[in-house]
DNA sequence: CAACTGACTCACT
DNA sequence: TAGTGAGCCAGTT
């Protein structure tokens, strides 16, 4: 007993658990990296979640373009523009630079969406 | 089997 | 305030 993994709290490909928690960020909302790993079991895979995001398979299947970085601005020079359209689509405003404001879009985790308002600033 | 890469993040200078 | 470096994780070659 006791599989000493040292990584891989569950024998399900972290791919797997990325694309899950991906998919549970609702539309209007973002999320960074880290967030995304952090939900997929690994606070510190954020880079790897990128790769994910990069090699998906899915394409427009996955909601990849609510990932953004840490610092509210969107990666990748060719998807960026894209992913600002995208976002700008559901709600999310993005900047002329291309950056989020987290804390008014940053998912907090939780799927409950009552930003019917969203107008308290 | 081992090494390098990459859509990241944080800390220090 | 901005720029640079090192660290961490998974996938690809």
């Not at 006791?2 to 539309?27: D, I, M, N, Q």
Request: charged share 30%.
């Amino acid at each position: 007993m006791a599989p000493k993994r040292k990584t891989a709290p569950k024998p399900e490909p972290f791919r797997r658990r990325v694309e899950e928690a991906l998919l549970r960020v609702p539309a209007g909302r973002v999320v960074t990296y880290g967030q995304l790993a952090l939900l997929a079991g690994r606070p510190r895979a954020a880079r790897a979640v990128g790769m994910l995001m990069a090699q998906n398979p899915y394409g427009e299947l996955l909601p990849c373009h609510r990932v953004i970085a840490a610092s509210g601005r969107l990666s990748s020079r060719s998807f960026r523009v894209e992913q600002a359209r995208r976002l700008r689509e559901e709600g999310v405003e993005v900047s002329a630079d291309y950056r989020v404001d987290l804390s008014r879009y940053g998912w907090d985790g939780v799927s409950e969406e009552k930003e019917g308002e969203a107008g308290c600033e």
